[in-house]
Every structure is written in C-alpha cells, then in structure tokens.
C-alpha cells in the first residue's frame, strides 16, 4: 500500500448536499480530438479537472496546437499550426489514455501520416483496439510498423460501408472523426448510439459536418470539405452522476446532483426506482435518496446504450449489499468487471463471481471462463479494512462502502479516481463525510 496516495474515510453517516457537475469525463476529451479538425478557434464549456483531459492538452501544446484555459473551466483550441505526431510526442502518456488513438482520423486528414498511440485507460480486461485498426484499414488508411512504432498512412481516407462487430463506444467516434472530412459517404452499421457519441455529433454538425443517426443503430456520414470552429458545451457527466445517486441510497443520504439530466439517465432511473431509490428532476437538476428505508434486490445485465451502463455497475452493486435478499448482476460489456468485488468482501459483504450467467444469458465473451455475473446476498454489515483502488469506477464504489461501513476505511491508490471525479475530495467535504486522513493529488 503506497504511504503518500491514500483516503482514510469514517462510516456511517449519511452523504448529505449538493455537488456540480462538469462536462463528462467521456465526452469532452472527445470533444477536444473534434476541434483538430479545423484551423478555427473552437470553444468547449465545462470541462473537467481530470486526466484525460491534462493528457490531450499535453499533446496538443507538443504537437503546436494552441490551448488556453479563457475562463475558468472554459478551453480554446486552435489547431492552425498542428505538426504530424511522431514517437516522442507520446512519451509519458503511452498505454495512459484511451483518447489519443481518436487522433488517427484528424492528423490523417492533415498530413497523411501519424504514429497510432498506444491505448490504456482502466484495468478493465484486455481492452484491444483492433476495432478501431480494422475500421481505419476500411477507410483506406494502411498500417506500418517502423523503429518499434505503428503507423498509418493514407493518400486519403474514403467514406465506405462499415459493421462493426460490436457497438463499440470509441470504434464509432473513431469512425465519425475520420469520416465527417472524408471523400463520400460513410455507412456506419451497428453502431454505438451513447447520449455521448450524440453530442459529439451535436458538436460537429455546429463545425459544418452532415451526420445522421438511424434508429437501427446506423449512422451516415457525408464527408464535407472543410468544418469551422464553433463553442460548445459538453454533456453532463452521467457516470458521476450514477455514482453520488448511489453514494445518497447506500448511506441512506440525499444529494442533490446539479447539472444532472434526466433523458440520459432514463434506464438508470428506473432500476434506481426499482431498488427503492427515491428521486426529484428539476431544471437544475436530480436530488437522489432512499425511497422508505429500505432497498430491495434486483437482476440486471449491463448493455451497451440505451441499457444499464457498465460504469453504473460498481457503485450500484454497493449499494445491493445493503437490499434485502439476492441480486444478480450480469456484466456483458466487458470479460473482467468483478475483480473489485473481493474487497467489498473483505469488507463484510457477500458477493459470489460466477462463470456462467446464472439465469443462462447468454454471453458474447463464449465460454471462455470470464468471470461475468455476480450475486450479492444483502444486507450486509460491512465494516472497515485496507484496500487498493483497481481502476476508476472500482474506486468510487470503495468510496461508498467505506461510508456505508462500520469504523474506518484506508483506500490507497486514489489517484486513479481523479482519472474521472473532478475535486473529488473537496465534493465529500462538502458533502460531510468524514474524512480522518487524506494523502494524495486529488
Ligand atoms: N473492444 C474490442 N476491440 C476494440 C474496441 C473495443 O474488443 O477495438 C471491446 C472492449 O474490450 C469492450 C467492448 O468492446 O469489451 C466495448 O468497448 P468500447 O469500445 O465501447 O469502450 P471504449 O470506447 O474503450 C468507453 C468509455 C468507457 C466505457 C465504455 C463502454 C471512454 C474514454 N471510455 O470506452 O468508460 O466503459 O465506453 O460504455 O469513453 C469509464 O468511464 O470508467 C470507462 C471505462
């Protein structure tokens, strides 16, 4: 356990306040890559403190671009003078991030040649790019290995017909970034549809691009000349917003979420209604609580938009140890998102991995011994213990067992939570939970 990156946290009251949020962790970094594909100013509002977008800033500023925080919170990025990307631009930040490989499509247009960035991001299983290779392959990009790097080139990239074999979140940004400057059109079949990806949308179609979205999951893409610059504010962060819902019902607190929309949440909602969760929308915003006390269990499956989100997974099986009898949660998005769950039960909790789907779903990753459903026997106890933060969501779920907890709660490795909750410390200060120790960057 590292001794300078730790929370040491006190349960057992309830989280109680309002917190703001910012523009989301994974829509405005995105937002950031759109603004390469002009040499006009282009504004983005409410952007958050988080890595991924120091990461993007960091690469811009080496690679020319210039980026000025004009307010706070408020970023202009002018692309005018961009250079190609080469190896050593990337230094530091490979395998860190999973934005810089959504640079591909822009630095193609512009020069016909980049470096493809390693990808990261969180410890969530394998988490390949081949999606997003074999999509710029179909674009007319041709990948090169040269001194240990990759490269793709292009004499042009040109709209075509694209399926993908699952609706895959960055594949189809990917996609949309590299096609909306692209000669023709560009069919995108079974594609990611996330309120996110629509805002990405929102944002180009204000810089000029054509792109429509089918209700079955297709999107077209007609490649226009040139885009203009344009200001834009990005959506809401809904993962945060799902995780204080879930912090008010497991210590039986009230928060008011300001900024939080309900559209998005919709699907969250209702499971959020179904295991006693109490909410109010207004204009500002949602206040979440606890309906009557008490939480009831539940079975869900995690599922690409519109279904349960895989970030909203870890927060609210927390909360599940707290219900009354079995739930059952069924992570389809990902082969590996339970490994967390062995510390709520060092914390008291009882949450059994289970191979196979209990009720049979069946699953995309086959039978490949991927440890995908769990069920949660409630309530609970839990009561204090060290643990270390696996990846971002992960961690903010051990944020709420610690409050949920008897006694107190270490967490090392915090840091990674400031990948995705900007002030993190200061919003559960505010919020009065009890905070006996705190060491770290946040
Ligand atoms: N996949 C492949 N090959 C690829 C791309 C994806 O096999 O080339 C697989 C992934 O391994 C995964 C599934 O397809 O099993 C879905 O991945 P997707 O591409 O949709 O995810 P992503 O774009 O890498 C974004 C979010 C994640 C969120 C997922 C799903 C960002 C920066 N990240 O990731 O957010 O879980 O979509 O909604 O937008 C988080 O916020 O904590 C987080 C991990």
């Known amino acids: 356990m590292s001794a300078s990156d730790y929370i040491k946290l006190r349960g057992g009251k309830p989280l109680i306040g309002e917190i703001v949020l910012r523009g989301g962790k994974n829509v405005v970094p995105k937002l950031m890559v759109a603004a390469l594909l002009t040499d006009e100013p282009v504004i983005i509002r409410d952007v958050p403190k988080i890595e991924d977008v120091e990461i993007m800033s960091t690469i811009f500023r080496r690679l020319g671009v210039e980026i000025e925080e004009i307010r706070p919170g408020t970023l202009q990025i002018t692309a005018k003078n961009i250079r190609e990307m080469k190896p050593n631009d990337l230094k530091g930040i490979s395998g860190r991030s999973r934005i810089p490989i959504l640079m591909c499509g822009p ?21 390949p790019v081949d999606f997003h290779v074999k999509a710029l392959r179909e674009l007319g990009a041709i990948y090169n290995e040269n001194d240990d790097s990759g490269y793709f080139v292009t004499k042009g990239l040109r709209g075509t017909t694209i399926t993908l074999e699952y609706p895959s979140v960055g594949t189809t940004e990917q996609v949309i970034l590299s096609t909306v400057l692209a000669d023709g059109l560009t069919e995108l ?9 629509m805002d990405l949308i929102s944002m180009l179609q204000k810089m000029g691009a054509i792109i429509s979205v089918d209700t079955d999951r297709t999107i077209y893409v007609e490649g226009v000349d040139s885009l203009s610059g344009t200001v834009h504010t990005g959506m809401p962060d809904r993962n945060e917003t799902a995780s204080w819902a879930c912090a008010a019902i497991g210590t039986n ?5 300001r900024g939080a929309q309900q559209l998005p ?75 967390y769950t062995e510390s709520l039960n060092d914390m008291g909790a009882k949450i059994k991995i289970f191979e196979e789907s209990p009720d049979q779903i069946k699953s995309r990753f086959g039978k490949r011994n991927y440890r995908q459903s769990v069920t949660i026997e409630g309530p609970t106890k839990l009561h204090g213990a060290q643990i270390e933060v696996p990846d971002l969501r992960a961690g903010f779920s051990y944020v709420v067992a610690a409050l949920i907890a008897e006694g107190d709660t270490t967490i090392s490795n915090f840091k990674v939570l400031q990948r995705g909750y900007e002030h993190l410390v200061a919003k559960l200060q505010s919020l009065e939970a009890e905070i006996l120790e705190i060491k770290t960057s946040l």
């Not at 949602?286 to 970030?311: A, C, K, Q, S």
Request: overall charge neutral; glycine content about 12%; some cysteine.
């Open 107 to 127: 630095l193609l247009h512009r020069f016909g040649r980049t470096v493809v960035p390693h990808s990261g991001g969180c410890n969530i299983g394998p988490r």
């Open 265 to 339: 949440m919709m699907t969250f909602l209702n499971k959020f209604r179904q295991i006693g969760g109490g909410f109010d929308v207004n204009r500002d915003g949602i206040t979440f609580y606890r309906e009557n006390g008490h939480i009831t269990p539940i079975t869900l499956e995690t599922d690409v938009h519109p279904g349960f989100m895989t970030d909203w997974q870890q927060p609210f099986v927390v909360a599940l140890t707290q219900a009354k009898g079995q739930s059952v949660v069924h992570e389809t998005v990902y082969e590996n998102r339970f490994g």
């Open 253 to 257: 607190g009230r928060i008011f979420v």
């Open 189 to 197: 079949h079974n594609a990611a549809v996330e309120p996110e990806i």
